[in-house]
C-alpha cells in the first residue's frame, strides 16, 4: 500500500460547480497536510496547509483533514476555468521527520 | 520578489550520456530542494540542503547522481551516465527554512525536462 493515494482524475466539470478532491494516507504520524497546484510545464505552488485534523478555509478554497480515518480533502466552489490545473496533496510527519511526501495529483479541468 | 530559476528547461540526451542542471533559489532562502517528478507522479524528493550543507540525500541514487550548492546559494544536480528511467522534471524549490512550519512553505521552479533516448 503506497503512503499516499490520490485518483489521478482527470477531473472535468464546469464553471461554478464545486469541486472535491480527496486523499487518503496510512501513515499516522503525519501531521501536516499541503495542497499544492500544478499548472502545466510549471512548478507546483502551495495553494494551503493545515496541521493536525480540522478545516481551513481561504477564499474559495476549503481544507480538510479527518485524522481518525486518514483522509484529507480540498474543496473549490465556484470554479473558474483559471482552476484547470492537476492538484497535488502533500504531506509529513513534522520534526525530525520532516520530508514531505505527494500523492500522484488529480488533474482538473474546468469547462467554461 | 524573483522567483526560483532554472536551467535548461528542456534537455535531451542519449543513454550514457551527462547532464547538468543548476538552480538559483529565492534570494534569503536557507533550505533548497531538488525533486524528480516522473510523468503521472507526484514530486519525489532527492536531496535537500540547508545553506550548503546536506541535510538528506537518502533517496539520492549516488552512483549516478550527484549535487553541490555553491557558497550556499546556487545548486547544480548532475547524472552521469544518464539512464531511460532517468527522464523525468527535475524540480529545484527552496524554502526559508529547514525546520518548523516555514519547511512547508516550499517555492518551486519551472523545473528542466529531462528526455533520455
Known amino acids: 500500500q503506497k503512503e499516499v493515494e490520490q485518483d489521478p482524475g482527470p477531473l472535468s466539470v464546469p464553471e461554478g460547480a464545486i469541486v472535491s478532491l480527496n486523499c487518503t494516507y496510512s501513515?499516522?504520524?503525519?501531521?501536516?497536510f499541503m495542497w499544492y497546484r500544478q499548472y502545466s510545464r510549471k512548478g507546483p505552488e502551495l495553494l494551503m496547509y493545515t496541521y493536525s485534523s480540522g478545516n481551513k478555509e481561504d477564499g474559495r478554497f476549503t481544507a480538510q483533514v479527518d485524522k481518525s480515518s486518514k483522509y484529507i480533502s480540498l474543496f473549490i466552489r465556484d470554479s473558474q476555468p483559471s482552476d484547470s490545473a492537476t492538484y497535488l496533496c502533500a504531506m509529513s510527519g513534522g520534526g525530525s521527520n520532516y520530508k514531505l511526501t505527494f500523492g500522484k495529483g488529480t488533474l482538473l479541468t474546468v469547462n467554461p | 520578489e524573483a522567483g526560483v530559476a532554472q536551467s535548461p528547461r528542456y534537455k535531451i540526451i542519449e543513454k550514457r550520456q551527462s547532464v547538468a542542471f543548476w538552480c538559483n533559489p529565492i534570494s534569503g532562502h536557507a533550505t533548497l530542494y531538488w525533486y524528480q517528478q516522473i510523468l503521472g507522479q507526484g514530486p519525489k524528493l532527492l536531496i535537500q540542503?540547508?545553506?550548503?550543507?546536506?541535510?538528506?540525500d537518502s533517496q539520492l541514487p549516488k552512483d549516478r547522481f550527484s549535487a553541490e550548492r555553491l557558497k550556499g546559494v546556487d545548486s547544480t544536480l548532475k547524472i552521469q551516465p544518464a539512464k531511460l528511467e532517468d527522464s523525468a522534471v527535475y524540480l529545484c524549490a527552496s524554502s526559508l527554512a529547514g525546520s518548523g512550519v516555514l519547511l512547508y512553505e516550499q517555492y518551486f521552479g519551472p523545473g528542466t525536462r529531462l528526455t533520455v533516448t
Open positions: 540542503f540547508q545553506n550548503n550543507g546536506v541535510v538528506d
Open positions: 501513515n499516522s504520524a503525519f501531521q501536516y
